[in-house]
């Protein structure tokens, strides 16, 4: 049984208590509280660095304390405060940050509000499990055999066939009916690398239709999108030793994960508004009547400070796309307007909860619209990776990860 | 209307939890109890346990302290055996004022009496403040 | 008898020593109880169940976290039906029902600006404090009908 340590303030008294502890068990973990004493509490400024107003905080504080101490008490650490609390935002970051210096124990950050269901933390809880449960299967480098890999998608579905550490098949369709858009791109996959269903020794399925589609074509492997996004991250970008951070930008929801020698450390899901995804780049494109494979290069000439737009909302997002328009702004400006937007969005909300360290790897469909990475690249200072078959990154990450499994 | 309360000694009374729960079994009121390490958890309809609590307090009056409690004795939502350890949050508020209770039953025994209290520290004047600067620093 | 709310509202020293003195202490495990023990959910809640956080927007807006709107959807209706108040000073170690200081920062707003008796206390640290502390909420307690 996996032990999962919860640091919290407020989800009692925000009715979630259950939902946490819900799903936790669907992921076969448990929720446990390390003991601390009174005197723990009352001290928390010497021993973490500061004590707040909120008692609450105090003892996740000192809870946090406890583990790095005793690092045996759990195998994984969730940090939760309450959404919209500046307190606890400022003292959420810093557990996190204290967990992830003193002790190699995988952390997740979450803030929650009362419609926070167990559905919600199903996949984080999942990742965070399977970082503790399969490590030897995650420290895999590289692809042995013959498998096929597929990445259902909220927008689109991927797949690669994979021979002895090389992509030689790639299929890659709308996500229509999940099974029938799944059975598609795997065909597509087949039929360019040469190759018949049967010959395959296995399939890795992840993305939101995991389950459906696993269950439909006997996937020897049904695993979440964080660990095998950045799995098949730093495979493709040769990044397998060492930190890196992966930076997914996706059709439904974003994903920030800071990895070490190819095993997620900590990682950030969500966007508060699809203005923060793949399909406002999707909408710009259609606005500027342009294909959304030519909406990067266009981009790329233009300059975002001609046009004041923020997709924080995505209606709010179109509005100051169409108002730029009609102000007579010219289309690459509006562009990579649309472009560093976006990705302002997921440097303010998810970078700042992982540790950004190089290099810096961004995959998925979004990663080749030329004009997101170069935003992402001025914002942080850094470059940008983006790795050969980068929207393929999920359904590469899974046929890896299940060649590993034929071996036991 | 079922109603849980806890029983808390203060570390000076004379009287033990087990005392308390012995009173208890002994008692015509059909209430259940729980020895804990500060006292007992009781519970049962609440015309009982009031009459109980009467019962109870004059065993000790000064050093008997009653507190209620939302969750029934050993509900698996908050026993912490059932839940992955730890003391559930509002506990430390009961250790810590359970470590004034030898004081108040203190007062409370004194009958009145009381005591002048220390006047409280006051910042130092700013003007003796610049004073002793000058001095410790010429 | 006075319905007395105290502050923090889950003291033990405080509720004990109103209702030894003949009153009735308004205290949170009440509300807590009437929830987790209610027949009528199929699933009992740990403290509150996600409509809680809802009813809390009685008093505070749905900008402020869940976590204060659920503490306020148990502790606001107490101070509603409060009669007097014994307030007694941050001691520092307030954690799960009064582990959130912005709750507890909207509770002693709401209940000074009721127009209620309010005794303003500091918890003791040594005999004599102890003694005037007693004495205090005695006199108090004694001043309301």
């Known amino acids: 049984m996996i032990r999962i340590a919860q640091l919290s303030c407020g989800s009692e008294y925000s009715g979630i208590q259950q939902e946490i502890e819900r799903a936790a068990q669907t992921v076969g973990a448990k929720i446990v509280y390390p003991e601390v004493s009174l005197d723990d509490i009352l001290n928390v400024e010497n021993t973490f660095g500061v004590s707040v107003a909120s008692g609450d905080l105090n003892l996740a504080m000192a809870r946090a304390v406890r583990i790095v101490q005793n690092p045996d008490l759990a195998d994984a650490v969730i940090v939760m405060t309450c959404f919209r609390c500046a307190e606890a935002a400022i003292i959420r970051s810093e557990i996190r940050k204290y967990i992830h210096q003193h002790s190699k124990i995988p952390v997740l950050s979450y803030s929650f509000t009362e419609r926070t269901t167990a559905e919600t933390l199903l996949t984080r809880m999942e990742a965070l499990v399977t970082t503790v449960k399969f490590r030897g299967l995650l420290a895999r480098e590289r692809q042995k055999g013959l498998t096929a890999g597929i990445d259902s998608g909220s927008t689109t579905t991927k797949s690669v066939v994979m021979r002895d550490n090389e992509v030689i098949g790639t299929g890659w369709v709308p996500t229509n009916e999940v099974l029938k858009s799944a059975e598609d791109a795997l065909e597509a996959a087949l039929k360019t690398a040469g190759v018949a269903k049967e010959d395959i020794s296995a399939i890795g399925v992840t993305g939101y239709g995991r389950f459906l589609v696993g269950k439909h074509i006997n996937a020897k492997l049904i695993q979440e999108e964080i660990t095998v996004n950045s799995k098949g991250a730093v495979f493709l970008a040769d990044a397998q030793k060492g930190p890196a951070t992966v930076i997914d930008i996706g059709g439904m929801d974003n994903k920030a994960i800071s990895v070490q020698d190819g095993i997620p450390g900590g990682f950030t899901m969500g966007g508060i508004c699809a203005g923060a995804s793949g399909r406002f780049l999707e909408l710009t494109a259609k606005r500027l009547g342009v294909d959304i494979t030519e909406l990067g290069k266009l981009a790329l000439k233009g300059d975002y400070r001609n046009v004041a737009m923020n997709s924080y909302c995505i209606v709010f997002g179109t509005q100051s796309l169409v108002n730029s328009l009609a102000l007579g702004c010219k289309p690459e400006d509006v562009a990579m307007a649309a472009c560093h937007s976006v990705a302002e969005q997921v440097y303010e909300q998810q970078l700042q909860e992982v540790e950004v360290k190089e290099p810096v790897i961004m995959v998925g469909g979004t990663s080749l619209i030329e004009g997101l990475p170069k935003a992402m690249e001025e914002l942080l200072h850094v470059k940008v990776r983006v790795p050969k078959y980068a929207q393929y990154i999920g359904a590469v990450g899974a046929a890896l990860l299940v060649s590993g499994l034929l071996e036991d | ?138 | 008898m006075a319905k007395v709310i105290v502050y923090p509202p889950t003291s033990m020293i405080l509720s004990d020593l109103v209702e030894r003195m003949g009153h009735k202490a308004l205290v949170v495990p009440q509300a807590v109880r009437n929830l987790v023990t209610a027949n009528e959910i199929d699933s009992p809640p740990l403290n509150v169940t996600p409509e809680e956080p809802k009813k809390g927007l009685r008093y505070a807006a749905v900008d402020v976290p869940s976590g204060v709107r659920g503490r306020m959807s148990l502790i606001g209706p107490i101070i509603e039906e409060a009669e007097a108040a014994i307030i007694v000073g941050d001691p520092g170690w307030l954690t799960g029902c009064a582990g959130c200081s912005r709750t507890n920062e909207l509770v002693r707003l709401l209940i000074r600006t009721k127009g209620i008796p309010v005794l303003d206390l500091s918890y003791p640290t040594n005999d004599p404090e102890a003694r005037a502390f007693v004495q205090k909420i005695k006199t108090f307690l004694e001043g309301l009908k």
């Open chain 2, 1 to 138: 209307m079922l109603v849980t309360k806890y029983v808390i000694t203060s570390s000076e009374s004379n009287i033990l939890p087990s005392d308390i729960a012995m009173k208890i079994y002994g008692s015509k009121y059909d209430v259940t109890v729980k020895e804990t390490c500060f006292g007992v958890v009781i519970n049962g309809e609440e015309d009982a346990i009031n009459a109980l609590i009467k019962e109870i307090r004059a065993l000790d009056p000064a050093g008997i302290f009653i507190k209620d409690r939302g969750f029934p004795p050993g509900d698996p939502r908050r026993c912490r055996g059932r839940r992955g350890g730890g003391a559930r949050p509002g506990f430390y508020m009961i250790e810590a004022e359970s470590k004034m209770l030898p004081m108040i039953t203190r007062a409370m025994a004194s009958e009145g009496e009381v005591l002048a209290i220390a006047e409280k520290k006051k910042p130092l004047a700013i003007k003796r403040l610049e004073e002793i600067i000058h001095e410790d620093l010429s």
